[in-house]
């Protein structure tokens, strides 16, 4: 009873310290247990070990595009003004953009390859730069350490035997992982592809090229996982979902 008590006791404490905000654009309600300089400090670390492993291209032309381009979408969210950005360009053959909490947004030239038009490339980064406004990053290790502490609960209130408890927190971790977490990411994504399309378009970009770019990767996609096990939304809900609200932008 005291470890329930306790564990109580320890979400009460990350919920007395939480941030109840919006989402940009699409105004979801979100429940955020880690703050603002906590985020950026995470994500400037990271970027940090990231530029010290990585090859940064010398390609100016291609460089000066990328940032160019980021620099335009930023310009378009009042939400933005609150970083410092920054764009960057690695010599890598993965086809993968990203972004880290703070503004920082990484571009690998793999992904280039694909893209036809700036549109395009647009598409990419007002994808990734809606994660960080989102504070996506922030919500889904809140998202964790809620699901941490709810094992710890479950697992006492249940008086699962001390040898089994082990084992039992691994199942929930997978059950919490299919049921919650994962849907959670790919409600991320989702929302990513909106904000990104929102800005892209209030920047005068061409939204169009964004759904030209997602057929793209489904035709060469060659991941077969199943969409309720994977992160992203699926390539065609992807595509008709971002058509759909482009409609809505004229």
């Known amino acids: 009873m005291k470890k329930v008590v306790a564990s109580l006791l320890f979400i009460g404490l990350f919920i007395t310290g939480c941030i109840v905000s919006n989402a940009p654009v699409t105004g979801r309600t979100q429940l955020i247990l880690i703050n603002a300089d906590q985020e950026k400090t995470l994500g400037l670390s990271e970027a940090d070990s990231i530029l010290k492993n990585a090859t940064v291209s010398s390609d100016k032309v291609l460089t000066n595009k990328i940032v160019n381009i980021g620099n335009r979408i930023v310009a378009a969210s009042d939400d933005a003004k609150q970083y410092k950005w920054d764009f960057y360009l690695l010599e890598d053959k993965s086809v993968n953009a ?48 809620l699901s941490d502490a709810g094992a710890q609960i479950l697992s006492s209130a249940l008086k699962i035997p001390t040898e089994y408890q082990s084992l039992y927190s691994t199942a929930y971790g997978i059950a919490s992982n299919v049921g919650v977490i994962l849907p959670f990411s790919r409600k991320h994504e989702s929302e990513a592809d909106t904000i990104g399309i929102y800005l892209m378009y209030k920047a005068g970009f061409n939204p169009n090229d964004a759904v030209k770019f997602w057929q793209k990767m489904a035709d060469t996609s060659k991941n077969s996982t199943p969409e309720f096990l994977s992160t992203h939304p699926s390539d065609e809900r992807r595509i008709k979902d971002i058509s759909a609200y482009i409609k809505t932008l004229k």
Request: hydrophobic share 50%.
């Open 98 to 145: 990203f972004a880290l909490p703070g503004g920082k947004v990484f571009f690998y030239t793999g992904i280039l390859q694909f893209m036809e038009s700036d549109d395009e490339i647009a598409a990419v980064m007002g994808h990734e730069i809606a994660h960080v406004l989102a504070h996506h990053g922030a919500e889904r290790m809140s998202q964790q350490m």
